[in-house]
T-cell receptor, first 111, second 115 residues
Framework: KQEVTQIPAALSVPEGENLVLNCSFT??????LQWFRQDPGKGLTSLLLIQSSQREQTSGRLNASLDKSSGRSTLYIAASQPGDSATYLC??????????FGKGTHLIIQP | EPEVTQTPSHQVTQMGQEVILRCVPISNHLYFYWYRQILGQKVEFLVSFYNNEISEKSEIFDDQFSVERPDGSNFTLKIRSTKLEDSAMYFC?????????????FGEGSWLTVV
């Protein structure tokens, strides 16, 4: 059974810093990995999707990498801003239909 | 950007009552999902739906749950006899095609409180 772990569980950094969020998964037989953002009490906003054949994807200040063989992904946020404060979720999809989610990293950017 | 819409945003119901949560997926998408998130816990897969039938369901999706697509646009989740432990945020999601790099888009969620 696929398990997804995200480290750290929480992170608080000053505005302007670059930061890295980590995600690991136990079964490397995945099709896609998606990073989401969740604001308190809100839905999930898709940030980046990486296909299993890809190594990284970039969108603005966000860069996600994937090392499928080692079961790891990182989300890099450059020049963090207070508006980046949210919970970041990593999810993978393999042979089964459903996404398997990690518990998330709760990020606070201090002004 | 296209979006998945869900109603109601919040519902309070008494234990034992039936609840229907509604979703309008993105119009040209073919795959539909329901997920739930109990407060403070992980988002969990409930069921996937394709071609007017359930494609896959998790062990959470027992006989008290059902899904249907009554018309060409709505996708519903029915909980037949609600229990306290059904209190959660329920998310609908849709996807154009399975796998092949297609993003899964989520709605804003329906927060269900069972009292």
């Amino acid at each position: 059974k696929q398990e997804v772990t995200q480290i750290p569980a929480a992170l608080s950094v000053p505005e302007g810093e670059n930061l890295v969020l980590n995600c690991s998964f136990t079964d490397s037989a995945i099709y896609n990995l998606q990073w989401f953002r969740q604001d308190p009490g809100k839905g999930l906003t898709s940030l980046l999707l990486i296909q299993s054949s890809q190594r990284e994807q970039t969108s603005g200040r966000l860069n996600a990498s994937l090392d499928k063989s080692s079961g790891r992904s990182t989300l890099y946020i450059a020049a963090s801003q207070p508006g980046d404060s949210a919970t970041y979720l990593c999810a993978v999809i393999g042979g089964a239909d459903g996404l398997t989610f990690g518990k998330g990293t709760h990020l606070i950017i201090q002004p | 950007e296209p979006e998945v819409t869900q109603t109601p945003s919040h519902q309070v119901t008494q234990m034992g009552q039936e609840v229907i949560l509604r979703c309008v997926p993105i119009s040209n998408h073919l795959y539909f999902y329901w997920y739930r998130q109990i407060l403070g816990q992980k988002v969990e897969f409930l069921v996937s739906f394709y071609n007017n039938e359930i494609s896959e369901k998790s062990e959470i999706f027992d006989d008290q749950f059902s899904v249907e697509r009554p018309d060409g646009s709505n996708f519903t989740l029915k909980i037949r006899s609600t229990k306290l432990e059904d209190s959660a945020m329920y998310f609908c999601a849709s996807q154009g095609r399975r796998f092949s790099g297609n993003t899964i888009y989520f709605g804003e969620g329906s927060w269900l409180t069972v009292v």
